[in-house]
């Protein structure tokens, strides 16, 4: 069973930059493909940046595209999603999630092709 924590999320002005951590225990981390979603106030459940087994591969939200990038740290066993620039309509919970793969290019973009999630960290940008 692969646990995952998030952490790194707070009150941050617009424009500002914050990084989010995922760790991720319980698996093999290289197993596993990663990804970021999102949800905002009365919102749904969104993707916001996906990266493949080996990380070589990343796909983004067209929202957050030239804004957050997302990495893996194989030595840590973390996923990290850096979001600079950030606007007020960031503003969400984000959470990270997890599945095994047998491919260690491709990434997935559907919450659907998640298995794990994390408890999710609050994010707020404040105009």
């Known amino acids: 069973q692969v646990q995952l924590v998030e952490s790194g999320g707070r009150l941050v002005q617009a424009g500002g930059s914050l990084r989010l951590s995922c760790a991720a225990s319980g698996g093999t981390f290289s197993n596993l493909r990663m990804g970021w979603f999102c949800r905002a106030p009365g919102k749904e459940r969104e993707f916001v940046a996906a990266v493949s087994r080996s990380g070589s591969s990343t796909s983004y939200a067209d929202s957050v595209k030239d804004r957050f990038t997302i990495s893996r740290d194989k030595a840590m066993n973390t996923v990290n999603l850096q979001m600079n620039s950030l606007k007020p309509e960031d503003t969400a919970v984000y959470y990270c999630?997890?599945?095994?793969?047998?491919?260690?290019?491709?990434?997935?973009?559907?919450?659907?092709?998640?298995?794990?999630w994390g408890q999710g960290t609050q994010v707020t940008v404040s105009s």
């Open positions: 999630a997890a599945a095994s793969s047998l491919s260690g290019n491709t990434v997935a973009t559907g919450a659907n092709a998640y298995i794990y």
